[in-house]
């Protein structure tokens, strides 16, 4: 597979507008991602045999279908991914081409990710699926430092390295946040208490909520106005709270350093 350099760079520049956003304001527009899956269909077409390609545009427009439109929700959505994942999985079938089938099984990952919470931004999920699209499979000679190894590069493909280590650079975001909880005695590393007024301004998730006029602890995530106007209501001052991480913005440096180093998983091997 050859990326090409102009779609590597406006994705580039996509990401870079995408971390603007998420750092000013934690809403992503979605034409970024649009954009992505987008310039995947059209690559497709340039750097696979036009038998593949079309099955993999295909695929791609599905997924994104899915991905964008707000009627492809409960069954609806889950036949949108079971027949994008599907026509993905084809050209590995007829053609022994795998490219399709990753993306597949990262665009499910992601999709389950964010399903369970551990994925928490619609942004960050939506850029991690777009780029399951974009780069199924290492571009050939990009990588100056961690060449690929088939066929653990499979495993280790571009979407999969990119998310560990964003993982890894957002840990550097938290330590400010670390060093917090632990002063104020948290159970565990992500947590601070902070008035509900300044929480109201700040980008942080509320970890208490009012259920049957009771005070209880809760997942991080939901419309955090609404928690912050129920505490408020009840006459709770103080409230548990987790940081917002921009993570696209740790997204957009491990695409870089990927695109161009290639995965440091590579060592493992």
Not at 66 to 86: D, K, N, T
Not at 122 to 131: N, R
Not at 174 to 184: A, C, E, F, M, N
Request: glycine residues 8%; neutral net charge.
């Amino acid at each position: 597979m050859t990326v090409l350099p102009s779609v590597a760079i406006l994705t580039m520049l996509v990401l870079i507008s995408a971390s603007f956003h998420d750092v000013s304001s934690r809403l992503i527009p979605d034409i970024h991602w649009k954009l992505v899956c987008l310039m995947a269909a059209v690559a497709v077409l340039f750097e696979y045999e036009i038998e593949c390609a079309v099955l993999l545009a295909a695929g791609y427009v599905i997924l994104s279908a899915y991905m964008f439109s707000e009627r492809l929700v409960g069954a609806a959505g889950v036949v949108a991914v079971a027949a994008g994942c599907a026509v993905l999985a084809l050209p590995y079938i007829l053609y022994s081409e795998p490219s399709g089938l990753v993306t597949a099984v990262m665009f499910l990952f992601m999709l389950v990710l964010y399903s369970t919470g551990l994925l928490r931004g619609g942004g960050d999920a939506k850029a991690m699926m777009s780029l399951s699209m974009l780069l199924p499979v290492y571009p050939e000679g990009s990588c100056i430092l961690w060449e690929p190894v088939y066929p653990a590069a499979y495993a280790f493909n571009p979407v999969f390295s990119i998310m560990l280590l964003a993982l890894l650079i957002s840990l550097l975001y938290g330590v400010k946040t670390i060093g917090l909880s632990r002063k104020q005695g948290a159970k565990g590393f992500s947590s601070y208490r902070m008035t509900v007024e300044e929480a109201r301004t700040s980008f942080v998730w509320p970890l208490e909520d009012i259920v049957d006029g009771k005070k209880v602890r809760i997942k991080a995530g939901g419309i955090p106005k609404e928690v912050f106007d129920r505490l408020e209501a009840a006459g709770i001052d103080q409230v548990w709270v987790t940081p917002m991480i921009p993570f696209v913005l740790p997204i957009t440096i491990a695409y870089a350093i990927v695109l161009i180093l290639g995965s440091p998983l590579f060592l493992l091997v």
